[in-house]
């Protein structure tokens, strides 16, 4: 168990919502990340933090934001959400230079109709 | 910029089998690369890793070896059980990348009794 949780695991939108996902970890480490999971393409990053207020995109970053204003927090924000937003998000975590391994949070299951 | 492309499923074997996911990668300077598995309803997990050139990883009777030559880190078990069924992804590290990660698209596996 790496210490991540991630809220809500399920959420049901409209299309032109915004949603906010929150990612939340209690190891303490600098580097947080978003990905999306869809079928046919992997996991892809969305964005990504190197620390507290520091955060930088990733591959897929359009229509994404994140906020970072404390270590174990780490949220994404679909301003105005879409169909082609609905995905499963996971977030990870990694302590970073004594290790570059990834831990996963559960997911959160995201559909906007 | 990185890519990683693997074995493109899905993959049915019989309990017992023997098992190879190909993996191979596009990086440049020396990615750590990973295996993680999901399985049906769960995040991912850290199944093996390596570092550098001519490293194996190895974990729960699954190995990989680090093969810069071919630029490639295939995954292999002697034996596969029905509980092995999952999705398995090969992803990449860049060096000075803040520890992003690049993925495959996935491989499912299903292991029939």
């Known amino acids: 168990d790496a210490g991540i949780t991630q809220s809500p695991r399920h959420k049901v939108t409209e299309t032109g919502t915004p949603v906010t996902l929150r990612c939340h970890q209690t190891?303490?480490?600098?580097?947080m990340y978003w990905y999306r999971q869809d079928p046919g393409h992997g996991l892809r990053l969305i964005h990504y933090?190197?620390?507290?207020?520091?955060?930088d995109k990733g591959e897929v970053s359009d229509g994404y934001s994140v906020s970072r204003s404390k270590t174990e927090d780490f949220l994404l924000t679909l301003e105005s959400a879409t169909s082609s937003q609905t995905s499963v998000y996971f977030c990870?975590?990694?302590?970073?230079?004594?290790?570059?391994?990834?831990?996963f949070g559960p997911g959160t299951r995201l559909t906007v109709l | 910029g990185n890519s990683v492309t693997q074995m493109e499923g899905p993959v049915t074997l019989s309990e017992e089998a023997f098992l190879t996911i190909n993996c191979t990668y596009t990086a440049t300077g020396y990615p750590s690369l990973f295996w993680y598995v999901q399985y049906p309803g769960e995040g991912l997990q850290l199944l093996l890793k390596?570092?550098?050139?001519?490293d194996k990883g190895s974990n729960k009777g699954f190995e990989a070896t680090y093969r810069k030559e071919t630029t490639s880190f295939h995954l292999e078990k002697g034996s596969v059980q029905v509980s092995d069924s999952a999705v398995y992804f090969c992803?990449?590290?860049?060096?000075?990348?803040?520890?992003?990660?690049?993925f495959g698209k996935g491989t499912l596996l299903t292991v029939n009794p």
């Open positions: 933090s190197y620390g507290v207020k520091d955060t």
């Open positions: 992803a990449l590290s860049g060096r000075g990348s803040n520890y992003k990660l690049t």
């Open positions: 190891e303490n480490h600098r580097y």
């Open positions: 990870a975590i990694t302590a970073g230079v004594s290790t570059d391994t990834q831990y």
């Open positions: 390596a570092t550098k050139a001519d």
